[in-house]
């Protein structure tokens, strides 16, 4: 029988991109930030019942502007992000600075 080893993700992170603080560690925390809000406001939309191209419209964008920022293929300015927050899915964005 084969033994089961759990890992929490904390472990895994360690074990495999080092510590926090580290260049690759920090890397890849960084990289899920961005990859984490793209993906915020794609449940959003869905959760609204809207198209990318509705979100859009509602912003003042294109399409695949929406597309790309939920892909995470392109980063989103604090500006733009607030826009589709408020604008395009009537909510409120709150950012928290941590020391």
Do not use: C, W
């Not at 074990?15 to 560690?25: I, L, Q, V």
């Amino acid at each position: 029988m084969k033994k089961s080893i759990t890992t929490t993700l904390e472990q895994f992170k360690n074990t495999h991109y080092g510590k926090p603080g580290t260049p690759k560690r920090d890397a890849l925390d960084t990289g899920y930030e961005v990859f984490k809000v793209g993906t915020q406001i794609q449940e959003a939309r869905k959760k609204l019942g809207l198209t990318q191209e509705e979100l859009a419209d509602r912003v003042g964008t294109t399409k695949q502007y929406i597309s790309k920022i939920e892909n995470d293929v392109k980063e989103v300015r604090i500006s733009t992000l607030k826009k589709i927050v408020e604008l395009g899915l009537n909510g409120t964005l709150s950012l928290q600075i941590l020391l």
